[in-house]
């Protein structure tokens, strides 16, 4: 059974920078993409960031490229994201999401694994 868990939430201010992380379990962590998306109130579910199977490839969104990095360690089975130069419209419940399938791109459907999601609030 694949499950997902996020970790590292929390309240930074505008400017801070905070890092959480996706532990994975249940099968090959290194066979599986990885990705981030968020959800703020009001908002559509958004694709953040994400990362293929081997941490060669990597996409971000326009709005958080060259703050964000995603990267994975296959030996600790876990994906991070650090998040640097917050602002207050990164405030969002950050989920952490892997395809079904081995070697194949996120979906951000519900073909996915999804984990439980870890809320980051940007004060201002």
């Known amino acids: 059974q694949v499950q997902l868990g996020e970790s590292g939430g929390g309240v930074v201010q505008t400017g801070g920078s905070l890092r959480v992380s996706c532990a994975a379990s249940g099968r090959t962590f290194s066979n599986y993409a990885m990705a981030w998306f968020r959800k703020a109130p009001g908002k559509d579910r958004e694709l953040v960031a994400s990362?293929?199977?081997?941490?060669?490839?990597?996409y971000y969104a326009e709005s958080v490229k060259g703050r964000f990095t995603i990267s994975r360690n296959n030996a600790e089975n876990t994906a991070y994201l650090q998040m640097n130069k917050l602002k207050p419209e990164d405030t969002a419940v950050y989920s952490c999401a892997t395809p079904s399938r081995a070697f194949r791109a996120v979906l951000g459907n519900e073909n996915d694994y999804w984990g439980q999601g870890t809320q980051l609030t940007v004060s201002s």
């Open positions: 990362i293929d199977w081997s941490g060669s490839v990597t």
